[in-house]
């Protein structure tokens, strides 16, 4: 476990690669925010977590099984890493923040994956669009 990284995953360097591509701007892991968010777009007011589907048990996908060794330990944690992401998720909230979350196997259909973010985007009525690319008239 050890090896398992918590920055800089393959599914967290594709949202960051569809972001750009949208001509989003963004900043990655801000310190003093609660929960550790991956994205965080601050005109929007928008954090986005890229979460593992086996780790925070992203319901009804193949990635998210349960090991058939030590059962209770794994369903004890489990069960803590939905809890804290719920909290942290609330924390956020009620510092006026919008919180999605991408998970992994969104990130596998990289077609599937700007619609998604596009969707999140567009939820956020009323914010100004972030965008690198500007046009000259």
């Given at each position: ?51 593992g ?47 999605s ?37």
């Amino acid at each position: 476990m050890s090896r398992i990284r918590s920055k800089d995953t393959q599914p967290e360097k594709l949202v960051r690669s569809a972001l750009r591509r949208l001509g989003y701007r963004f900043r990655t892991y801000p310190p003093k925010l609660p929960g550790k968010p991956d994205i965080v777009i601050a005109r929007r007011r928008l954090l986005i977590f890229v979460h593992g589907c086996f780790w925070h048990r992203h319901r009804a996908c193949e990635f998210a099984y349960t090991p058939k060794s030590r059962v209770s330990f794994w369903q004890k944690k489990f069960r803590e890493n939905v809890e804290r992401d719920r909290k942290k998720a609330n924390e956020l909230k009620k510092l006026g923040w919008r919180v999605s979350v991408i998970w992994e196997c969104e990130t596998k259909d990289f077609a599937r994956l700007e619609r998604k973010i596009r969707s999140i985007l567009r939820s956020s009525a009323g914010r100004p669009m972030q965008s690198s690319h500007r046009s000259i008239t």
